[in-house]
């Protein structure tokens, strides 16, 4: 019996070791980050006592179950207790608890109430979701921009791509533009949605918050180191759910105003681009890019996307139809539906030049679009 | 199981013959009970077939067997089969099967309606599992149906919305069957604080069926008239708002985990004292304990929406409240351990599954009581340290208390005794298996993992690859089972009508297998054969 016992425990150990040991030598993450602002340390500390304090009733109570199972077996000749209730330990084993979860709502209740109280802001960003994508607007500044799945990651992902995923840095967590903030300033983000409900989530910022349409929800931070921090939508979205990473790339203050400047320089040069008319050509190339970072997602590289959620665009009535119902459906979206309304995330050129491209490539139509053609068109 | 020989005539066991008259027409409650019992196992497998796709995607990171849609499909699926296909039709069958013979009642109050209830489910199930063959595949949405994405979904809305309808009308038929049953059938001096735990919880669980089911069914009914008939209940477009909808599912949704755990309560306070041959600790505060859990469970809904933005009074109000529910949890847990100490302990199968359940549902209990804090929840809600918080209370808690009660009550059901040794192999390669499925989990949520992504970045390779060996170890442990319960079915050693030593109540004192009809003369029972006839 006893060398029986002793064999079992043997395999077990075995067994743990070959689970376990591999996940030691890779030094994995198995624990919250503490994060780089007030409150996500905050958090990290919450999280700890609370996760101490389960240790600690895990050990007297499953400590208590071994001990009874180890001495009070029938097979030991125990006779059976007979009794079967003890109003002391009862009121014990309520009051003790009840005293445990004071102290623990405690410090919840501050860390909380200091996370749900914005004061003296110094700046404003509104977050935007998308399916599957985020728009951060510098409410201060006047511009803003998509950011999205970074290119390497998005090639990776397709199925039977051929690339391994552990050799795309950051795979699914890079983005083409990020959130880009000073340190030790603090930001209230306004966050909203356009389709469906979003979360965006930062693990060192120590908070997620849903994005969700027609509401606009209310966060800050203060980050209080410079580096990138990076994160995930959150909450279910629809088919790319997985890959619409969040990244902050946090900055000096200077570095930040330096930034600030190139990216209104650059909108200069956006508003020139909405002015101008454009050759055929340079709508085709630029169209064909932004439909394959934009729609590509749904509609597929080819046009034929996924019917019926994603329509095919190849020969559809819409794509052939008037052009301006194309540009509706494309500026507008379609409510209802996956297909959002393009116009609040792109400007008018860009617009000119993916409707150009589909309506060539897919419609075989011969039809150029110019920025202004795009502005022209209202919502009916 | 049908051994009618001609000569052997007891009219106690006379059983329809044919497969039309026995089962589809069948009014009676062990029948039924059975009948609950296969349909759940059935649907225990089609939901674990979907589970087993889902983590051999999860194997790697990259997407190697299906597309992104799809896998929303399968996590949406998995979870309306596992929730209302497995887990309550399995509580349901148990309830049939056992709440008429631990009253000394002769049937369910209301049989034919009992058949009804049952037979509705696989149509149901036909409905919901059709839109996997449609256009545009089966809800991808989700379980909880959030809208305005469920919306974007195809036909599968209609067929969604009408199964879910028809599983609320037969749990509501269940439930008020169960509480017709228990209010009125219990034999004379059956008194209330002298009816065995399992009935107490399943008649407070009734209760919750009856009061969350409609307003699941107001729910998705709202989501119907948004998608085909141009209401804005939930498009803030049109006015409408989409967190109400939240609001509305989880006041079903919390209690519903009550309704999912509360019979598994009932069962293991049946099973610990049988194998501890030692009376129930504290039964009456048994009692109060689980009405208390129903109760908190009307008012804790919104701990799944803190991070949709309520007001800060809201937050903290509904993190108290959750954190509430840990002490009748607490002393429901203090209960058992109490009730096996100093006792005359054995490890059968059923206990062993008991123990384990204790263990590990406290397990889950803890990660409750992390996720309750608000703050903190900002950094869990939606994440795999979720997912492995309520796999730790349904699987390890309602399913393992389920598989507890099957081989306690086997021997009941069958006349035949079964397996030890292979239930053994079956208890060992599970236990095991489900941590090294669901524990690692808890790192992945920790470290930044979010649910429902189909491809997840390069630092949570290990702990995914480990999980999704325990899940294929564990789902095909359950063979095992299955074969266990078919060859106690067929024969094995008879079982004599106590069939455990230890074991108390009505259930024990008629032969194995309980003839097809029991308790016809409704004679007063002896408190001598209750577990809790005499003083508390
Ligand atoms: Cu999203
Ligand atoms: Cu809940």
Request: aromatic share 14%.
């Amino acid at each position: 019996m006893t060398t029986h016992r002793i064999r079992s425990a043997f395999y077990f150990l075995i067994f743990l070791m070959a689970v376990w040991l591999p996940a030691a030598q890779a030094e994995l993450a198995l624990n919250l980050s503490e994060g780089v602002t007030e409150f996500s340390r905050d958090v990290y500390q919450l999280h700890m006592i609370v996760l101490w304090i389960c240790v600690a009733i895990g050990v007297v109570v499953f400590g208590a179950m071994i001990y009874s199972i180890a001495k009070h077996r029938k097979s030991k000749g125990n006779k059976p207790a007979q009794f079967s209730h003890s109003t002391k330990a009862e009121v014990i084993w309520t009051i003790i608890p009840i005293i445990i979860l004071i102290v623990m709502a405690f410090p919840a209740t501050r860390v909380l109430i200091k996370m749900e109280d914005p004061k003296d802001m110094d700046m404003t960003i509104k977050i935007t979701g998308y399916q599957w994508k985020w728009r951060y607007d510098y409410l201060d500044e006047g511009f803003g921009f998509l950011s999205t799945l970074d290119r390497k990651s998005n090639l990776a992902r397709q199925p039977d791509s051929g690339i391994d995923p552990e050799t795309v840095p950051n795979y699914l967590l890079d983005v083409d533009n990020p959130l880009v903030v000073p340190v030790n300033t603090k930001i209230r983000f306004l966050l909203t949605a356009d389709d469906v409900i979003h979360s965006w989530w930062v693990p060192a910022l120590g908070w997620k918050r849903d994005a969700i349409p027609g509401f606009i929800n209310q966060a800050w931070t203060e980050i209080l180191k410079p580096g990138v921090y990076r994160g995930q939508c959150a909450e279910l979205c629809g088919k790319d759910h997985g890959f619409m990473p969040v990244v902050v790339k946090a900055v000096s203050k200077e570095e930040y105003r330096q930034w600030v400047a190139q990216m209104k320089g650059e909108q200069v040069q956006q508003a020139k681009m909405d002015q101008k008319t454009w050759s055929k050509a340079d709508l085709m190339a630029k169209g064909q890019e932004i439909f394959e970072t934009q729609c590509a997602s749904c509609h597929q590289k080819n046009g034929q996307g996924m019917p019926p959620a994603f329509p095919s665009l190849v020969d559809s009535a819409t794509v052939k139809g008037s052009l301006e119902g194309l540009i509706h459906t494309v500026k507008f979206g379609r409510p209802g539906t996956a297909m959002s309304a393009f116009g609040n995330i792109l400007t008018d050129s860009d617009l000119a030049a993916v409707v150009t491209y589909v309506r060539n490539a897919f419609g075989q139509r011969d039809d150029t679009v110019q920025p202004q053609d795009v502005a022209a068109v209202t919502q009916s | 199981m049908s051994h009618a020989t001609t000569h052997e005539h007891d009219h106690h066991d006379e059983k329809p013959k044919g497969f039309v008259k026995r089962w589809l027409l069948t009014t009676n409650h062990k029948d039924i009970g059975t009948l609950y019992l296969i349909f759940a196992l059935i649907m225990f497998f089609i939901g674990g077939a979907m589970a087993l796709i889902i983590r051999l995607e999860l194997f790697q990171p990259g997407l190697q067997f299906v597309q992104p849609d799809f896998f929303n499909q399968l996590t949406t699926v998995h979870a309306l089969a596992m929730i209302f296909g497995a887990v309550m039709p399995a509580f349901v069958g148990l309830a049939n099967w056992m709440i008429p013979m631990m009253i000394g009642a002769p049937d369910m109050a209301l049989p034919r309606m009992n058949n009804w209830s049952f037979w509705i489910m696989p149509f149901a199930f036909a409905i919901l599992l059709s839109t996997f063959f449609m256009d545009g595949g089966a809800p991808a949405a989700g379980w909880t149906m959030y809208p305005p994405l469920v919306l974007q979904g195809g036909k599968n809305v209609a067929f969604m919305v009408f199964a879910i309808h028809l599983m609320g009308i037969s749990s509501i038929m269940g439930a008020i069957n169960i509480i017709a049953t228990v209010l009125n059938m219990r034999a004379p001096g059956m008194d209330f604080l002298k009816m065995p735990l399992f009935v107490w919880t399943w008649l407070i669980t009734a209760f919750l069926l009856i009061a969350v089911m409609p307003v699941l069914a107001g729910a998705v009914t709202m989501i119907l008239t948004d998608h085909y008939f141009g209401t804005s209940f939930f498009n803030a477009a049109g006015g409408g708002d989409p967190v109400l909808y939240q609001h509305i599912f989880w006041f079903f949704g919390h209690p519903e985990v009550y309704i999912l755990i509360l019979p598994a309560f009932g069962v293991i306070s049946e099973i610990i004292p049988a194998f501890a041959r030692k009376p129930l600790f504290g039964y009456t505060a048994m009692v109060y304990a689980t009405a208390s859990i129903a109760f908190l469970s009307f008012i804790v809904w919104a701990h799944h929406m803190f991070t949709v933005g309520m007001p800060l009074g809201g937050e903290l109000f509904f993190m108290y409240a959750t954190m509430l529910i840990a002490i009748p949890t607490g002393v429901k847990i203090f209960n058992w351990v109490s009730t096996m100490w100093q006792g005359a302990m054995t490890f059968e199968a059923p206990m062993l599954w008991a123990i384990a359940f204790v263990v590990l549902f406290t397990i889950g209990g803890f990660s409750g009581i992390m996720l309750a804090i608000a703050p903190a929840d900002f950094q869990y809600h939606d994440t795999y340290f979720v997912v492995a918080h309520f796999h730790y209370v349904l699987v390890t808690g309602a399913v393992f208390a389920i598989i507890a009660a099957v081989y306690y009550w086997l021997p009941k059901w069958t006349g035949h005794m079964y397996d030890e040794k292979l239930a053994k192999w079956h208890f060992w390669l599970s236990v095991i298996s489900v941590n090294v499925l669901f524990f690692p989990q808890h790192f992945l949520g920790l470290a930044g993992m979010p649910r429902r992504i189909p491809d997840y970045a390069t630092q949570f390779v290990e702990f995914n690859m480990i999980s999704s060996i325990g899940a294929f170890v564990f789902g095909f442990s359950q063979l095992l089972f299955v074969y266990l319960v078919w060859k106690t079915a067929k024969g094995g050693e008879k079982a004599s009508s106590r069939v455990w030593k230890g074991a108390k109540g009505l259930e024990w004192t008629v032969p194995s297998p309980a003839p097809h009809h029991t308790f016809q003369d409704n004679a007063p029972v002896n408190d001598a054969d209750l577990a809790h006839g005499s003083a508390h």
